[in-house]
């Protein structure tokens, strides 16, 4: 048996709804086996022997560990895993992961859409637009603000922070 026929036999438990994009990730690599929730009252007697690993958005608690006795990894699809039981995880030997950076560039290019957004009034002006009122009152009025020429405050400078300030 290969390397990839063997991990297709790993069971992931994906509690909840998921975007699909993860979900065929898990579909290629690994036997996704889904549920409602995070529930242990929904885990049944495959699940138990089966799971090996958990994907999941949702939180994860010590009694969902212990319903999963071969549980070997929780990837916390997140940038904190403070809705994972951590202690108890670490307690049972189970790996804890989460994607700090997952959304890092995308948090700075909505940030930097909204000040541009704000400082131009494009909503109003989208609205403008939308409702006609071109057609009966003419070009909406633009605002005379802009970005040149002046200094962005950025409180803190983590990781998107910084992202923020290579805008």
């Not at 993860?22 to 086996?33: E, K, L, Y």
């Not at 070009?139 to 998107?160: A, D, H, K, Q, W």
Request: no cysteine; net charge neutral; charged share 25%.
């Amino acid at each position: 048996m290969t390397m990839a026929e063997q991990l297709q036999t790993v069971a992931i438990l994906v509690p909840g709804d998921f975007n699909d994009h993860a979900v065929d990730r898990i579909n290629r690599t690994f036997r996704r086996v889904r549920i409602e929730r995070a529930d242990p009252a929904l885990v049944t007697d495959e699940m138990r022997s089966d799971v090996r690993g958990i994907a999941s958005f949702a939180g994860i608690n010590a009694a969902m560990m212990d319903a999963l006795p071969n549980l070997e990894l929780i990837a916390s699809f997140g940038v904190g895993y403070d809705s994972v039981d951590v202690g108890h995880a670490a307690a049972k030997n189970i790996m804890v992961t989460n994607t700090p950076d997952v959304l890092t560039e995308e948090v700075a290019d909505t940030t930097i859409g909204l000040l541009i957004n704000t400082i131009r009034d494009l909503p109003r002006a989208e609205t403008w637009l939308r409702d006609g009122s071109w057609v009966r009152k003419g070009n909406y009025p633009l605002s005379r603000l802009t970005l040149r020429g002046r200094s962005v405050g950025i409180f803190g400078m983590g990781r998107i922070g910084q992202a923020i300030a290579r805008r």
